[in-house]
């Protein structure tokens, strides 16, 4: 089982949308969580960390769910510029560990 | 401010041959990464380096090694190049230990042969 596991899509949306990303994490010891972004043939960059209470910026709330060992991403109000791929990333002892990201694509 | 750089953008590479991909940051970062992304396989890391002047293995080190003599520069040695090497690589750093937040460079195209 790998570490982090996230379903690769592609989730296909249209504008306006709300989309939700499930990721799960197999050590319980896992202490810090994370979303980044991927955009196409580029590097990817943090979109946002998962705090233990949830956290909301802007269109995107991200949540954690120690319990059942999964986080979430919601998107609401999906823009083209959305489209990209999502990483799910946990922090277990001393190594980030990357989930192989779920595809989205936003359409007119 | 260019963040972090990365050189060069793509290679193609015979098998066998000694390659050296090059990592700089500019924005005094005290931790440095390399990391290889593969289908289906997510980022993976190769080495780090938590300060100047010290290095540790990854996930993935075997056929890889990277020294740190300065802040700035990170690079990663391919010392004889295997098809299995073929990859995306990205360098990042982050400021503090190696659990804030990664800044990634624009990566690396590798194909070797």
Redesign the interface.
Known sequence: RKEVEQDPGPFNVPEGATVAFNCTYSNSASQSFFWYRQDCRKEPKLLMSVYSSGNEDGRFTAQLNRASQYISLLIRDSKLSDSATYLCVVRSFQKLVFGTGTRLLVSP | IAGITQAPTSQILAAGRRMTLRCTQDMRHNAMYW?RQDL??????IHYSNTAGTTGK??VPDGYSVSRANTDDFPLTLASAVPSQTSVY?CASSEGT??D???????TRLTVL
Not at chain 2, 40 to 45: P, W
């Open positions: 990391y289906g396989l997510g980022l993976r890391l990854g996930e990205f190696r659990f937040e990664q800044f990634f460079g624009p990566g």
